[in-house]
T-cell receptor
Framework: DGGITQSPKYLFRKEGQNVTLSCEQN?????MYWYRQDPGQGLRLIYY???????QKGDIAEGYSVSREKKESFPLTVTSAQKNPTAFYLC???????????????FGAGSRLTVL | ELKVEQNPLFLSMQEGKNYTIYCNYS?????LYWYRQDPGKSLESLFV?????AVKQEGRLMASLDTKARLSTLHITAAVHDLSATYFC????????????FGPGTRLSVLP
């Protein structure tokens, strides 16, 4: 079945450590996204990528880094520079179709990061 | 900067009742999506609205889009407990050099 796989589902980090969240999709989607969700809040865009080896900052990119070496993969690194990283992280993907098309986001199951 | 608002943010309703969730946005877009999120889970696509006047229905939920008013509604008919979740609207701004912008979500609790 096609979908998005995020791992790990739960992750604990000590202050000062970098951690990497994995996101893999087999939907053949061109675009991939990382969102952060805080308790009781909406989604905020961290980074997105529309093509391999290219990505753009979203609204809250500081303290995060990404790479897009393969179409299927878009890992997110939460660096020690991110001062408040405890949150629920969601990876999503979509096609990049015609302007009039429906390019709905498909989400992974999420990764919950807790800083100890 | 695009702002997306939802009203109400919290909704507690009894089974069998009807209610409407509103999604207002501040700039031009003709594509809007509704998602559902169960507690601790990911987001699931509910409706895709692609033009002014679009109406979609699935079970007890019906969504509509008025691009002139910059308003989308999610109407719940004869609510049941299984509809308890958080509902997000998302405005698609990719035709305008931006991305999806999500509303803050409406947390719905349907009580027996």
């Amino acid at each position: 079945d096609g979908g998005i796989t995020q791992s790990p589902k739960y992750l604990f980090r000590k202050e000062g450590q970098n951690v990497t969240l994995s996101c893999e999709q087999n939907l053949n989607h061109d675009a991939m996204y990382w969102y952060r969700q805080d308790p009781g809040q909406g989604l905020r865009l961290i980074y997105y990528s529309q093509i391999v080896n290219d990505f753009q900052k979203g609204d809250i990119a500081e303290g995060y880094s990404v790479s897009r070496e393969k179409k299927e993969s878009f890992p997110l690194t939460v660096t020690s520079a991110q001062k408040n990283p405890t949150a629920f992280y969601l990876c999503a993907s979509s096609i990049i179709g015609q302007a009039s098309g429906a390019n709905v986001l498909t989400f992974g199951a999420g990764s919950r990061l807790t800083v100890l | 900067e695009l702002k997306v608002e939802q009203n109400p943010l919290f909704l507690s309703m009894q089974e069998g009742k009807n209610y409407t969730i509103y999604c207002n946005y501040s700039t031009t877009s003709d594509r809007l999506y509704w998602y559902r999120q169960d507690p601790g889970k990911s987001l699931e696509s509910l409706f895709v609205l692609l033009s002014n006047g679009a109406v979609k229905q699935e079970g007890r939920l019906m969504a509509s889009l008025d691009t002139k008013a910059r308003l989308s509604t999610l109407h719940i008919t004869a609510a049941v407990h299984d509809l308890s979740a958080t509902y997000f609207c998302a405005v698609d701004m990719r035709n305008y050099g931006q991305n999806f912008v999500f509303g803050p979500g409406t947390r719905l609790s349907v009580l027996p």
